[in-house]
């Protein structure tokens, strides 16, 4: 058990952010890992030839560590993009790239001693096989992911709320227990507790990091914790693929694959990004759904969100 303890600062500075970074660095810990990789098998095939070679982030990535901290700087913003990212780690303080290597090796690997020695010339070196792998590996699917975290951080901000904290916590993941002084999280691997700075958390919700629950405490930096997002299990599925076959037959394979695809509320961006589709073709699509009673759609911000209709999945059901 981890139990983390959280201060009235902390409570009221909780909030969530999108990670390109994290995304990446946690599909770099799953290459390693060969018992998650059934689940990403699609992706792992789209990338295989295509990842260029590496010299420092083999020895940055994996282990009981996970990564180097100095690699997943906590997302400023809810929705941060990959350069600002990889400008915040090109310029990371030397004393946490030092910090986070003595973490990760008993010894200093060699091909991490001029980065030991001299963090501020070696980092950009980092920064650089950073760009190289995203622009092979995580770049292509990108949208798919982004899709996936932005629909799960429009749940979480509904069970907010709806439940409060104590729902918000219950329902990221059932090895996470709302207690009175903070949360608990269930892993069997590791054992202590933490007391936050007062500096909040950033919850970060990472495709690549399923199923595992990652907690970075790095003061004074804020405190970070990475869950699996919701819909995991649509993020790898071929847009022509859809459950029932004979309900694509009846009202169309594309429309079939929006309403698989609806189980979570999702734009017409984010839906065009699942399916490979325009966002003009989707949102015909969506008219036609939503006349039908078989899409329902509400306004959030500047966007508008659909979601499939309890008939809807009744059909689905039927159909497979």
């Not at 970074?21 to 030839?49: I, K, N, Y």
């Not at 590996?137 to 949208?143: M, Q, T």
């Not at 918000?168 to 269930?186: F, Q, V």
Request: glycine share 8%; charged share 20%.
């Amino acid at each position: 058990m981890i139990d983390v303890f959280l201060g009235p600062g902390d409570l009221a500075r909780i909030r969530f952010g999108r990670s390109p970074m994290q995304e990446l660095v946690g599909s770099l810990h799953l290459l390693g890992d060969p018992s998650r990789q059934a689940t990403f098998r699609p992706w792992l095939a789209g990338v295989r030839g295509r990842v260029p070679a590496l010299r420092l982030l083999p020895s940055l990535v994996g282990g009981p560590h996970w990564a180097a901290d100095f690699l997943t700087p906590p997302p400023r913003h809810l929705a941060s993009e990959f350069a600002e990212e990889l400008e915040r780690v090109r310029a990371a303080d030397p004393g946490l790239v030092r910090a986070s290597i003595e973490e990760m090796h008993e010894r200093v690997p060699e091909p991490l001693a001029g980065l030991y020695d001299d963090p501020e010339r070696e980092l950009g070196a980092v920064a650089d096989e950073l760009g190289a792998y995203w622009r092979a590996a995580v770049e292509p699917v990108w949208p798919r992911l982004r899709a996936v975290a932005d629909a799960d951080l429009g749940h979480r901000a509904q069970a907010l709320t709806t439940g409060g904290l104590a729902k918000l916590l219950a329902d990221l993941d059932p090895r996470i227990e709302h207690t009175p002084d903070g949360m608990r999280l269930d892993t069997p691997s590791w054992h202590g507790e933490h007391v936050l700075n007062g500096s909040g958390l950033v919850l970060v919700p990472c495709v690549f990091n399923w199923p595992r629950l990652v907690m970075m405490f790095d003061e004074p930096r804020q405190s970070m914790f990475s869950y699996a997002p919701r819909g995991i299990a649509n993020v790898w599925n071929d847009p022509q693929d859809m459950r029932g076959e004979p309900l694509g037959e009846l009202i169309g394979r594309s429309r079939a694959s929006l309403l698989s695809h609806l189980e979570l509320p999702l734009s017409t961006t984010q839906l065009a990004a699942y399916l490979g589709l325009t966002p003009a073709a989707v949102s015909q699509h969506l008219s036609v759904l939503r006349r039908t009673s078989l899409v329902t759609s509400r306004r959030d911000g500047r966007a508008v969100l659909y979601q499939r209709t309890s008939l809807a999945t009744e059909l689905l059901n039927q159909a497979g």
